[in-house]
């Protein structure tokens, strides 16, 4: 198996490895939010400020 190709049945309970890091940019978490979590603090800027976080949260 090549680095990087692991599948669930390779995980195992404790198991703790790195990735490299990834900025979601903003509109890759307005679309998966608008098809999967619809919340209004996942799609709606406009909103936000009636929420505690101070912006829009990606689901998940």
Do not use: N
């Amino acid at each position: 198996m090549r680095e990087g190709d692991m599948y669930f049945e390779d995980f195992v309970v404790g198991y703790c490895f790195t990735t490299d890091r990834y900025l979601v940019p903003k509109d890759e978490i307005i679309d998966f939010a608008r098809q999967w979590d619809p919340q209004p603090f996942h799609i709606d800027e406009t909103v936000v400020d009636d929420y505690p976080y101070g912006g829009l949260i990606a689901s998940g």
